[in-house]
């Protein structure tokens, strides 16, 4: 299925922001970002969305994150460090518009 705009404005944002691929490192602080701003199932599209773009390894690293995120909150830090390279590469200070929500 295809992504709604938002969310592959999103996508965009994170390749922009990690041209080379999200190091396994920063999945748990990402996911936790977007799950800040994002619904479960919108994080789980973008998710499914990054994992058909990625080798076979790095896809099950992203469903292990997505997991992970619900057990531990990953520290102030890492998301710092997430929320600064997304910046980077274009990524809003504020939640992005969902198009309900454009005038």
Do not use: C, N
Not at 54 to 74: E, H, L, M
């Amino acid at each position: 299925m295809a992504l709604p705009s938002f969310l592959r404005q999103i996508v965009g944002w994170l390749r922009a922001g990690y041209p080379e691929g999200v190091p396994s490192v920063d999945y748990i602080p990402l996911f936790a970002l977007l799950g800040s701003q994002l619904t479960a199932d919108e994080v789980k599209s973008i998710a499914a969305e990054l994992e058909h773009s990625t080798d076979p390894d790095s896809a099950g690293a992203i469903r292990a994150a997505i997991k992970d995120v619900t057990r531990a909150r990953p520290s102030e830090s890492d998301i710092a460090r997430v929320r600064a390279r997304l910046a980077a590469g274009g990524w809003p200070l504020a939640p992005p518009r969902r198009a309900s929500q454009w005038p």
